[in-house]
């Protein structure tokens, strides 16, 4: 884990004329480098400071070669994190469905049929009181396997409080996304959460994304659907929620409110 945080920090300390080639705008291209700072992108009054490489990395086979050849070790330590975190994910998948009295398979099919992840790196920032890293969302996924640095900046919104989540050494932070709030047709909740900037330290996270494959239809259980108990969020495809989401630039009252029943 220790080489695959090095490799994630050294992609970003590769020269610009490397990175550029990475870069791009466009939020579906599948391998991208994408940068919240120079531009001084704004939510709300509020400047953000993220730098980003976003790719797909399951199934393996089908995007390591897509994935940046510089830093050298970057697909092998990556590929190899990516399947680690991929099974974490399968038995964490396995442990809610029997909490939520569901057959222990049932999200190992299309609906955990992708993983995304997102190297974010945050330099140290001049100004931290004027600027968020990540601002307030909720994970548009099924469930999210974040490696955190020892840098601590992630925040989750718990009673209307912004609360600290201090990184634990070679510890996960693991997220419920909004379908698995849908799926469970309520019963689990996904969270907000943030992540602010500070002055002395650059902080860099990988979120892996557990996530649908983009034609799956996604509907709440019918395990938890009876006549006292309604579906309280409709029936759609994941890629109309994740071309909705990306519209909405992750709104979590508007995406909740458009995909209830
Ligand atoms: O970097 C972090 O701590 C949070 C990142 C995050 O929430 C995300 O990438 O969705
Ligand atoms: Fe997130």
């Known amino acids: 884990m220790k080489e695959t945080r090095n490799v994630m920090k050294e992609l970003f300390e590769m ?17 991208r480098l994408h940068t919240s700072r120079p531009t001084h992108a704004t939510d709300g009054n509020q400047h953000l400071w993220r730098d980003y490489f976003y790719h797909p990395c399951h199934p393996l086979e089908e995007w390591q070669h897509l994935w940046p050849q510089n830093p050298t070790k970057y697909r092998e330590y990556v590929g190899a994190c990516s399947v680690e975190v991929k099974n974490l994910a399968s038995r964490i998948l396995r442990l809610i469905s029997e909490g ?3 057959k222990c398979e049932y999200f ?3 609906l955990s049929g992708s993983m995304l992840v997102s190297v974010n790196h945050y330099p140290a ?9 990540v601002s307030k969302h909720s994970d548009p996924n099924l469930i999210t396997i974040l490696l955190q640095d020892y840098v601590s900046g992630l925040q ?10 201090e990184p634990l050494p070679d510890a996960f932070v693991v ?7 849908i799926i469970s047709n309520g019963r689990l909740k996904c969270c907000d959460h943030r992540a602010v900037t500070n002055s002395s330290d650059a902080r ?3 979120a892996f ?4 494959l983009l034609d799956c239809v996604i509907e709440p259980a019918q395990a938890f659907i009876d006549e006292h108990h309604p579906p309280v969020f409709k029936s759609f495809k994941y890629k109309d929620f994740r071309s909705f989401y990306i519209a909405e630039k992750g709104d979590t009252e508007v995406v909740m409110k458009s995909f209830l029943a």
């Open 204 to 206: 860099t996270t990988a």
């Open 125 to 133: 920032c001049p100004e931290p009181s004027l600027t968020l890293g």
């Open 175 to 181: 997220n419920v996304g909004f379908q698995l709030q």
């Open 15 to 31: 020269d610009d004329e490397y990175k550029q080639k990475l870069y791009s705008e466009d939020p579906l291209k599948p391998c």
């Open 100 to 102: 939520l009295g569901l």
């Open 209 to 212: 994304f557990v996530a649908p």
């Open 156 to 165: 989750v919104l718990h009673n209307g409080q912004w609360i600290a989540v």
């Open 108 to 110: 190992e099919n299309e």
